[in-house]
T-cell receptor, first 111, second 112 residues
Framework: KNEVEQSPQNLTAQEGEFITINCSYS?????LHWLQQHPGGGIVSLFM???GKKKHGRLIATINIQEKHSSLHITASHPRDSAVYIC?????????????FGTGTRLTIIP | DGGITQSPKYLFRKEGQNVTLSCEQN?????MYWYRQDPGQGLRLIYY???????QKGDIAEGYSVSREKKESFPLTVTSAQKNPTAFYLC???????????FGQGTRLTVV
């Protein structure tokens, strides 16, 4: 079983729909990242959070440390949101510098 | 503008040849990382460096080598010993532990 699991693997929605992507992890973490990868391959960091909730524009990320679960929400989705969204966790072990990545959720927003 | 630059974006090499991928950052970050991405898999850590002149193996270091002679630069060499080198390679950097990671645009390496 992977240490970081994302669901769904693929998601297709109509423009304007509210989108939720989920991430569950099985290790103790000090922080969780949500990343966006566009077709060209470059990755952009959307959020880094260790508790609660963060919001940036139409994007909202939440994390529940007790349940080892995080969600990424997109409100009023737009075709330009089409990308692969990746969850990554930073282990909480002392000296652990490694990010562990999920396999990503491919989001397609249809006009 | 600060950021991470990877070059080239696409690279083709013949089997048996070593090839070096460039990663440069002007963010003054201490830590730098190399990841490999294969279809259907999460990014996997190849090597990382937390400080100049020091680096550690990641989860899939076999067949790769790195150097960290300057804070800004962390080149990755894919050697002929790497059995399946064709992949997408991403470089990242962070200021330190528990800080946000910044990624480059990646290099797609194809070995023929």
């Amino acid at each position: 079983k992977n240490e970081v699991e994302q669901s769904p693997q693929n998601l297709t929605a109509q423009e304007g729909e509210f989108i939720t992507i989920n991430c569950s992890y099985s290790v103790g973490i000090s922080a969780l990242h949500w990343l966006q990868q566009h077709p060209g391959g470059g990755i952009v960091s959307l959020f880094m959070l260790s508790s609660g909730k963060k919001k940036h524009g139409r994007l909202i990320a939440t994390i529940n440390i007790q349940e080892k679960h995080s969600s990424l929400h997109i409100t009023a989705s737009h075709p330009r949101d089409s990308a692969v969204y990746i969850c990554a966790v930073l282990g909480s072990n002392f000296g652990n510098e490694k990010l562990t990545f999920g396999t990503g959720t491919r989001l397609t927003i249809i006009p | 503008d600060g950021g991470i630059t990877q070059s080239p974006k696409y690279l083709f090499r013949k089997e048996g040849q070593n090839v070096t991928l460039s990663c440069e950052q002007n963010l003054n970050h201490d830590a730098m990382y190399w990841y490999r991405q294969d279809p259907g898999q999460g990014l996997r850590l190849i090597y990382y460096s937390q400080i100049v002149n020091d680096f550690q193996k990641g989860d899939i270091a076999e067949g790769y080598s790195v150097s960290r002679e300057k804070k800004e630069s962390f080149p990755l060499t894919v050697t002929s010993a790497q059995k399946n080198p064709t992949a997408f390679y991403l470089c990242a950097s962070r200021r330190g532990a528990d800080t946000e990671a910044f990624f480059g645009q990646g290099t797609r390496l194809t070995v023929v």
